[in-house]
């Protein structure tokens, strides 16, 4: 007979593991279940070529876990987690051989902007002096007053009079801005693309844009390392096809988008709330390829081959009518790509002159076209001669990610549309979204706020809904490494 626990978790990406961390630091029984065979969700790392270099399979820079209040108590590097700092936090080519560099340093950043290096600052430099507080109201999924008001209204400021993008005299300064809002993989310009460019655009002048050494897969290792040491436990290759199966459990988290859920409840649902899941929208589609390659990206501009991220996509308005197609569902031959080089940053990913290139594509929902022909055409562009370096290449595209991760709908690797609506209301408007109808039944994943990324927040907050809904426990139990030898 099946043990009876305090709580389920359904999904072991970064949410689901924070959800388990918080729940089994509050003293309860927990269970996690993985349908993969290993754990991480968008954590996880493959040895796809050769048995010495690992990819990322999905996410590879983490922003927002050096940022997250989840992370930030959870404490990465007393767990041995080292998170490195690139020389260049994210580099945007321009197709004549510019590139916007945006430098941890904000005065670094601002003197290679030249003529808009005022306007930058004027946007960033407030925002950096009041990170924490921003992060911490962003990331609260905007359901808490905020610890630090004048953070929000800068933030205000700087949206609603839908400018952020505009005010500079150049191009570069723009084009770069425009590649970190297209993080938010929707319209631009648009109010959620434009928080985004201020949310990431300002972290890489405060905690930075970082890169596991290693890999990401080291972080989902903690977590797991941590929920195990307070009595957790974790199953894989253990696919939840009905919460039945979790009758056991007093509460259940489900790591999994709005469209698990209403499968996962079989009915159960009140139609009304069915009816607001059954609305949620995915948004444009991710299409991956990852490279093993013999040497590092021969960027036409070197100064490129500096930094953690790239992103590839031209001018501010060459990027925002890429992601206006991407929404439309009409594939180009010129999508905007994400690329990272994890040994420019990580010496240690490179072995024996083989490395790993990441990147992938924003693409229309569902694209099936292959990957690894469209971004290493992309990448030639801005890095000639970068298809004779490949040793081996695979690719997964939009419409196969599903496959691999059931919460990438179409290879939506946000798992659900950032609109403005969707980021403030997902899935459903409700003051605690997390909670579902059902008894005991939470949503914790990147389906609800804060929305995707590596942050562990909506775990967390899912998390605290539970003990506070199910257990009735209003105290959030204390996240930090209890025992110095806590390591990866
Ligand atoms: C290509 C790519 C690149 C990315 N790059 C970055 C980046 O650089 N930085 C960053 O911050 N974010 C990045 N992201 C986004 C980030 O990975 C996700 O936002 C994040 O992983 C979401 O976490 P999650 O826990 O909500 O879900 P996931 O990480 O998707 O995990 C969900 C887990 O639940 C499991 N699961 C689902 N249904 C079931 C079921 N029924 N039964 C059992 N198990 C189930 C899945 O197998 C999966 O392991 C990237 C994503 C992709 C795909």
Redesign the pocket.
Same mark, same amino acid.
């Given at each position: 007979m099946t043990q009876t626990v305090d709580a389920a978790i359904? !999904?072991?990406?970064?949410?689901? #593991?924070a959800a388990a961390v918080t729940l089994a630091r509050a003293g309860l029984r927990v269970e996690l279940?993985? /349908? /993969?065979a290993s754990?991480? !969700?968008? #954590?996880?790392g493959e040895a796809y070529f050769d048995s010495d270099v690992r990819h990322?399979?999905? *996410?590879?820079? &983490?922003?927002?876990?050096a940022a997250s209040p989840f992370f930030r108590e959870f404490d990465l590097t007393a767990r041995g987690v080292e998170l490195l700092g690139p020389e260049i936090g994210y580099a945007h080519p321009l197709d004549d051989g510019r590139a916007g560099l945006a430098y941890p340093d904000l005065d670094a950043t601002c003197d290679g902007l030249g003529e808009d290096g005022r306007r930058w600052r004027q946007l960033m430099e407030p925002l950096v002096e009041h990170s924490t507080g921003l992060v911490d109201f962003i990331m609260s999924g905007q359901r808490s007053l905020p610890g630090d008001p004048a953070a929000v209204l800068l933030l205000a400021a700087r949206l609603l009079p839908r400018r952020a993008l505009s005010g500079f005299r150049g191009d570069v300064a723009p084009a770069l801005l425009a590649g970190v809002a297209a993080h938010a993989v929707g319209k631009l310009p648009s109010l959620a693309a434009d928080a985004v460019a201020m949310l990431l655009g300002h972290l890489a002048h405060a905690t930075g844009w970082p890169l596991p050494r290693g890999g *990401?897969e080291r972080i989902a290792r903690v977590m797991a390392d941590d929920v195990r040491a307070h009595g957790g436990t974790i199953h894989t290759g253990? &696919?939840?096809?009905s919460l039945r199966q979790l009758d056991h459990a007093r509460a259940v988290l489900l790591?999994?988008t709005p469209t698990?859920l209403l499968t #996962?409840a079989e009915g159960r649902l009140p139609a009304g709330y069915a009816r607001q899941l059954r609305r949620f929208r995915y948004g444009p589609g991710?299409t991956?390829a990852d490279f093993l390659v013999s040497e590092p990206v021969p960027w036409t501009n070197p100064d490129v081959g500096r930094a953690g991220t790239v992103h590839l996509g031209g001018s501010h308005t060459a990027i925002a009518r890429r992601e206006r197609l991407a929404v439309r569902g009409e594939p180009t031959d010129e999508p905007f790509v #994400?690329l990272?080089e994890p040994a420019a940053t990580d010496p240690g990913r490179a072995h024996k002159g083989k490395r790993p290139v990441w990147a992938?594509a924003h693409v229309p929902n569902g694209d099936p076209r292959d990957p690894v022909a469209l971004l290493r055409s992309r990448i030639e562009k801005y890095a000639p001669g970068f298809g004779d370096t490949v040793l081996a290449a695979r690719g997964v595209a939009a419409r196969d990610?599903e496959s691999y991760?059931?919460?990438?709908v179409g290879g939506d690797?946000? /798992?659900g549309a950032m609109t403005l609506y969707q980021s403030l209301a997902r899935p459903v408007p409700r003051l605690d979204p997390w909670r579902t109808p059902l008894p005991g039944v939470f949503l914790? *994943?990147?389906?609800t706020p804060p929305g995707?990324?590596?942050?562990g927040m909506? !775990?967390h907050l899912a998390a605290l809904s539970a003990l506070r809904n199910r257990f009735g426990v209003r105290e959030a139990p204390a996240l930090g490494p209890t025992a110095p030898g806590v390591r990866a």
């Open positions: 359904v !999904g072991t990406g970064p949410n689901g #593991l279940h993985e /349908a /993969a754990i991480g !969700g968008g #954590l996880r990322d399979v999905c *996410s590879a820079v &983490h922003p927002m876990a *990401s253990s &696919h939840i096809t790591d999994t698990q #996962l991710a991956k #994400l990272v992938y990610y991760n059931p919460n990438y690797i946000g /798992a914790c *994943s990147a389906s995707p990324g590596v942050h909506c !775990g």
